[in-house]
Structure formats: C-alpha cells, structure tokens
C-alpha cells in the first residue's frame, strides 16, 4: 500500500480520537481567538444599546435543546445587556422544548446580576431581578404561526396567565401592554422554521423591528431579509453570539467556545484536504496505469 492508498484509508476512528483531542485541549486552555464583528449583529447591538431604561424588549427563545449549544450564549448575552441597561423583557417560547431552557437561563442571569460587573469601563452595581417588573416569562403554547398572530391583537390572548400562573394584568410591567406596539423591538432566536413565522407573520403583519438569531448553517437563508430591511439585525450561530459578547464586553461560553469551533474545523478541512490528495493522485496513478 502506497503513502495515497494510506491516506485514503485512514481509520476513521484516529480522527475522532483527534478531533477529541482538539476539542478538549482548546477548551481546557485559555486563549483568546480575534473576532471581527459583523454589521449585522453590531446593529442588534447598537439598537439595544441606545433604547432608555423601563424600554421592553421581546425575546423569544424558539429553540430545542439540539440547538443549546449555538443559540444559548446569544440568550444569554442579551438578557445580561438588557437587564445591566434596566430594560425589560418579555420572554416566550414557540418551542415545546423551550420553557426549561428559559426558565433555567433566567435564574442563571438574576444570580449574575446580582453581583457588580464592570463593563466597557463603566461599573453596574448588582441589583435583584423582579419577576413581573424587570421581566415576564408568558411560557409557551402550540402552533407559533397562530400565537405571533394573537399576540400581535393582544397578549392575553394565547397567555392570560404567565409560565407561572399568574395573570398578565396582575404583573405591573404588562400595565399597558397589550401587543407589539409597545414593544421596542423582538429580537428571534430560533432553529427552525420558526423564524421564517416571524418575518412572515410577525414582522411582516405588524411592522415591528425584528432581529434574529439563528443556527450558523441557518443564517445563510436570511440575508436577503437583512437587505431588504425586513430584519434589522442577525447573529449566525456561535459566531455571532462571540460577536455580541465582544461588543458587549461580556465574554462568555460563545467565546469559549470559538477556541474549539476554529480548531476543531481546521483538524477537519485538513482530513478533507487529506482524502481528496490521496484520491485524485491515486485516481491518476490507476489511469496511468490503464486501471
């Protein structure tokens, strides 16, 4: 067996231990990688940034766990930047799998902000979250295309009670609120055709600025709402949840996680580069040979 046989014939299993390797090691040391922030996920930043305290925000977390691991840190950034920035937040889940993951990422969030943090040069003293004034989780119903619908009307339509039963109208940051019209803006996070509903129903319907987080395979299919100006912002996977850690200052598992992703993509170009040496020069040598 020649040295392109060989190379054809690589024991997939050396490439997983490899790739294992990688993984673990550029997870277990800290380095930074240099991440260059995109326009359209510096506009979601930018357009947050510049809303006043009191101001609300929608996030809607419509993913399943399959997609934690990409859409997570975007949730989680956001809610640190809006709540350091005493904006509120209106969450709900498309997602049948959704309400643990929302329920769990707003405790997670209420214990970090407890504790002082220093972002961009300027100290946030830490504060307790109020369910009902800084924040209302609605929890989650079947059939997304009908829930945008009705909670463009009202929403208590599709959620008169909250994810822990208690009615809108009893919670002091729904006084007044009755749909998207005082909603500053959505911001989407999805893995599925879900955020096609949004742009469709949603923004579509009711003209609100809609801005999405996606899976990195995803985001690809909605640049050209970007351009149409139908979506004001988008975050392509774990790449563009770093970005919004970047530009947050608030560096997290999507950074992290960037030192795994880069080393782990090129461990696996460098195997394609590998396979396809060894087949075309073994592919030639046949033909030469009259195989």
């Known amino acids: 067996m020649n040295i392109f046989e060989k190379m054809m014939s690589i024991d997939r299993r050396w490439v997983f231990l490899l ?12 380095f930074e990688i240099p991440i260059r922030v995109n326009s359209e996920v510096r506009n979601i930043y930018e357009f947050i940034d510049k809303l006043q305290p009191g101001e609300i ?26 709540f350091r920035k005493k904006l509120k937040i209106i969450f709900c889940t498309l997602s049948q799998y959704g ?29 307790e979250l109020v369910n009902g004034e800084d924040y209302v989780f609605l929890g989650y119903k079947a059939y997304f295309a009908l829930q945008i619908l009705a909670m463009g009307q009202n929403f208590r339509l599709p959620f008169p009670v909250d994810y822990y039963g208690r009615p809108l109208d009893e919670r002091p940051m729904m006084k007044g609120v009755m749909n998207y019209k005082q909603v500053a803006c959505v911001v989407a996070l999805s893995g599925g055709n879900i955020t096609e509903a949004w742009i469709s129903y949603g923004q579509g319907r009711f003209n609100f600025p809609l801005a999405l987080g996606t899976t990195g395979v995803m985001a690809a299919d909605y640049y050209p709402y970007l351009n149409s100006g139908q979506v004001f912002g988008l975050m392509g996977g774990l790449l563009g949840a770093a970005q919004y850690e970047k530009l947050s200052d608030n560096p997290g598992p999507a950074i992290d996680g960037m030192r795994v992703q880069v080393f782990a993509h090129i461990v696996i170009i460098v195997f394609i580069i590998i396979g396809n040496i060894g087949y075309f020069t073994e592919r030639r040598r046949r033909a030469k040979e009259g195989r």
């Open 99 to 127: 309400p643990g993951m929302v329920d769990g990422a707003i405790k997670d969030i209420t214990d970090s902000m407890r504790v002082e943090k220093t972002y961009h040069g300027v100290t946030y003293p830490g504060r």
């Open 19 to 30: 790739l294992a390797v990688v993984v673990i090691g550029t997870y277990a040391v800290s």
């Open 57 to 82: 925000v929608y996030l809607g977390v419509d993913y399943d766990p399959s997609n934690q691991a990409e859409l997570h840190p975007m949730a989680y950034a956001v809610m640190e930047h809006c």
